[in-house]
């Protein structure tokens, strides 16, 4: 009570402020690093409009055309080499954007005009790098270009490309200006916790900086994010978070990532973070003492009555509690349970010696009602006479009659016997009625023999035989019957006695008035009778949930069912 109606309220509203400080600083981080992110965009698109407006001088302006023009005239390559770099390097030497421009005849690849931007560190080296491995992907793009613009990526370098086109519109010379990167990546300096970028052109790298190019591939699940929405923040939880700014450019898709230092954007979280903790710490020295005091003035003592209530109920009565003066109202409530443990095992020994009386006079009053005294010695004398006479089928019924009435005299006086000895006792009856009705009457049995030396009341399956005999079945036309004994779950003995019998309406609530509680058996007869006392002497001894159960089953056939608890203790 004292975690849940303090501690936890406290702890839970210091997690619930943590949490929405957090949230409010990583929407405050998110909303920096987008609007760095798009003001460095947006100069880096001003950058390369520029870059394009540079690069539609040589088309609108007739320089190069005109050069061209005279150049196949008089075929003199001098005057036209000079013209074309002269151009070149009027419009380009000095523009911050480029480090190189390089114009290409598309009839004569071999014939190149360059000019160099020396601000920007550009070398020959730079030239030679565009002949070797940029020109031939260069050319090969413009190819399909037309009149717009395109970029293209070579290791690392950024080519802005555009064909030439004469009055006919056919490209006769291609304009390559490799970009500055410096000067083009320049303004990502001035995104929040930028670390490095890199850009991507139709899904291929057109450059770097300081970052490979395993950190920044395009997954297919940023491509697919970035088709919702021009700008995708993934925060991640390791060093690094990373931005994804997608845009539209020269009939193109160009794609900036960045790389976000955690660090630096997320020190503000590392404080609230740490005064999170600190809190905490702070709060558990106090959560303990608190607990401590509780547990020893309050717990322990509980935990005294609470064994010694489980002791009574496991049977353990008069169980007394060592009495303490720690407190006022522990040392009450221990007194008031020892008085309780004491009158409550008094209470229980009158009463168990009272109800163990009543039900064995109960027991033996039931169990009399179907112990008919006849004279053994009178049946052994008619046994022998008919002997003597050759009937043996009448000395056969006679001695299982015999058997029959040792069963119901019970001279031992015994309660509980055997399965075999009561099964013995229906077989005595069964063999008078086989003999009685012949073919007409036919008997089976499924038995476990391992539960044949199982303890249980007398006289409680020959009763439910002669009852399914007498009521169950036509045994005038053919009567069948089938005996089952087996163990179920939970320790459980069930006899089963199945006739071929209709369990109708009529026989039903006979049934139902015979096994109720509120039957005066002395309207009954002795067959019905029979059933009775074996449903009251097995709840009397097992309990309630055990007992006799008639019922029909899938066949239409009558199922009276005996069920006992074979765990339950027995005379032996």
Known sequence: MLLLGWFFPLFLITFLMFVLAMENINKQVENTIMSTTEKAVEIMQMQL????????????????????IAYQQDGNDKDFKDSVETFLKQQYKYNDNCKTAELILVENPEKRYFTLNNSNNATYQDIKFFEQYAQDRILQVAETLDTATTLVGVEGRIYMVRNLVNSSFQPYAVLALELDQDSLMQSYAGIWGYNAAALY?????????????????????INAKLEQSNVVYEQKHGEYSYVYRKMKLYQGTMVLVVQIENDITQSGLLTVRSFFLILVLFMIPLVIQILHFFHNKVNVPLEEVIVASNEVREGNLGMQIENREDSEEFCHLRDSFNHMSLRLKNQFDKIYLEEVALRDAKIMALQSQINPHFLNNTLEIINWEARLNGNYKVSGMIEALSTMLEATMNRKAKQFHSVAEEMAYADAYLYIISQRFGEKFKCTKQIDESLLKVQIPRLIIQPIVENAVEHGMDITKQGQLEIRLYQKEDNYLCIEIEDNGQLNKEKREKIDRLLSQETDPSEEKRVSLGIRNVDQRLKMIYGMACGLFIDSNEKGHTVSTILIKTDHPTEQ
């Open 49 to 68: 409009k520029d870059c394009e407006t540079a690069s539609k001088n040589a088309s609108y302006i007739p320089t190069i055309a005109k050069s061209y």
């Open 201 to 221: 052109w139709d899904n291929v790298l057109l450059a770097s900086d300081r970052v490979t190019t395993e950190e920044t591939c395009l997954s297919e699940e």
